[in-house]
């Protein structure tokens, strides 16, 4: 397969970059404080072939967690730092990788300059030999980039990629890869290409993010993977699939058939996903607030087959700390809270419902949805 020259970012006991061969990983659904269950998840996770598994962390607790996980796992490990980016300092010394998101950044400590914190993350990473991730995604960029791209959605997210790069650059930190993440796969085809084609250096994190159940999750994400790592931009990949979690090793193992189909020229014909009825769902982590949220997404998907050839997107993610803003871009949304599902249109509310009358609720909006659309007579 063509690769593209990205340089050597070692991991752990793995590399990516610079040729070596294309890392598959994926990420716990487990709560990260039940040290057994998460670590029972990472193994079942690298026994189907996952070179990284990453877990959320959120709180002290969840770090503390770390120092035991890492004795019962060997498994690379990767920190999701979302919000709480100074736990880096707690979660480093037990972990191969930290990755942080730049549209997180701004929401503590406003008046810290982002470079500080930048360069704090560098400096924890460095002293505990860790790579980092700048996990640039869709539903969170710095909210100053979307206000100067506007419609161009794929250009704020490049740039703060671009930004952040030449951030730690300038901090002589090299020990990075990159990931831009969307739902729509276009829009993450279009990401990787723009950024590659300015920053060949630096090796890219592939993944379409809330790609759903499968098969259409598996389906989005192989029309996003053919299209990037057959142009040779590559060097560790992610399916994200909403799965229960004794499900969860066949992210894995739907990463390796994409792979060696690509590798063996094999490409599929895949269905026009700019048409019809798009439901995208979260893969779940250790973030999800009720264990209800895969039979919800799967719900879904069955009560609105009725609507399938709707252009309609339903966006369903599993809590609080993403559900909100990556719901904003869909028509219709649902995210988890621990006891009741919230329920949006476009950015708007439209109220908060049990777990057993939301879907009546979703079925209400869809349809009245479908019906503001078929009045609105067609453009003359
Ligand atoms: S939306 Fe929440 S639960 Fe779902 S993957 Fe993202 S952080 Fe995890």
Redesign the pocket.
């Known amino acids: 397969m063509k690769r593209n020259p990205t340089r050597r970012v070692p991991i752990g006991s793995i590399a990516i970059g610079n040729g070596e061969p294309i890392a598959v990983q994926s990420m716990c659904a487990t709560k990260t404080q039940d040290v057994k269950a998460t670590a029972a998840q990472a193994e079942a996770l690298r026994g189907a072939g996952a070179s990284l598994v990453r877990v959320?962390v959120d709180s002290p607790k969840d770090a503390e967690a770390l120092e035991a996980l890492r004795d019962r796992t060997n498994v690379c490990l990767v920190v999701d730092l979302q919000e709480s980016y100074r736990l880096a300092t707690a979660v480093a010394p037990w972990v191969d990788k930290l990755r942080y998101n730049p549209g997180h950044l701004h929401h503590h400590e406003r008046s810290m300059p982002v470079r500080d914190k930048v360069a704090f993350l560098a400096g924890v990473a460095d002293e505990h030999r860790c790579a980092l991730r700048i996990g640039v995604n869709c539903g969170s960029v710095d909210p100053k980039l979307s206000e100067k791209f506007g419609e161009d959605a794929v250009g704020a997210m490049v740039q703060s990629a671009l930004d952040h790069s030449e951030l730690l650059d300038g901090l002589g930190f090299t020990r990075f890869c990159v990931s831009l993440k969307d739902s729509d796969p276009a829009k993450v085809i279009e990401a990787n290409r723009r950024f590659a084609s300015q920053r060949p250096d630096v090796p890219l994190h592939l993944g379409v993010t809330e790609a759903g159940l499968p098969p259409m999750g598996v389906i989005k994400t192989r029309v996003a993977f053919e299209q990037l790592l057959a142009a040779g931009i590559g060097d560790t990949v992610r399916v994200s699939l909403t799965l229960p979690n004794d499900r969860k090793p066949e992210e894995v193992a739907a990463a390796y058939e994409i792979l060696a189909d690509i590798a063996a020229g094999r490409f599929r014909s895949v269905p026009d996903l700019g048409s019809g009825l798009n439901i995208i769902s979260?893969?779940?982590?250790s973030?999800?607030e009720n264990e209800r949220f895969v039979e919800l997404a799967e719900s879904v998907l069955e009560m609105t087959e009725y609507a399938a050839s709707h252009d309609i997107t339903i966006a369903v993610?599993?809590?609080r700390?993403?559900?909100p803003g990556?719901t904003d871009d869909a028509d219709l949304g649902l995210w988890c809270g621990p006891t009741h599902v919230n329920l949006k249109r476009g950015p708007e509310t439209a109220g908060a419902f049990g777990y057993d009358e939301v879907l009546a609720r979703l079925r209400e909006e869809l349809d009245a949805l479908i019906e503001r659309r078929e009045s609105v007579p067609p453009a003359s």
């Open positions: 959320a979260c893969p779940s982590c973030r999800v993610m599993g809590c700390v993403n559900g990556e």
